[in-house]
């Protein structure tokens, strides 16, 4: 399945500690922690009830990957939504932290 919400643009919110996508003037998110060892924790994902459905969870979560990967950070999936799309695509288990599995 296509992306198609490749060019809508990831906001790293630090404040708040939570990756960011404006779809349709509503705002879905993944909360994070960072620790001082570089494994970025993702713990809760939340899509607006008038997106649901359309793709946005699985895009905000590619995009904050992809974040993870460029970054030099290792994963550690706590939020279920993002342990189970890593689960369906697995060419994403080389981000795992140590001692996280998704299987």
């Not at 995009?63 to 994963?75: D, F, V």
Request: charge should be negative.
């Amino acid at each position: 399945m296509s992306d198609k919400y490749t060019d809508l643009e990831l906001v790293k919110n630090e404040d708040e500690k939570k990756f960011e996508m404006e779809v349709e003037n509503h705002t879905a998110f993944i909360e994070y922690i960072l620790t001082k060892d570089n494994v970025m924790f993702l713990t809760h994902t939340e899509v607006p009830t008038a997106l649901e459905g359309k793709g946005i969870g699985g895009s905000i979560v590619s995009k904050a990957l992809n974040y993870i990967k460029e970054n030099g950070h290792t994963l550690a999936p706590l939020c279920p939504f993002v342990a189970s799309y890593v689960r369906k695509h697995p060419e994403w288990k080389m981000l795992l932290a140590k001692g996280y599995n998704v299987d």
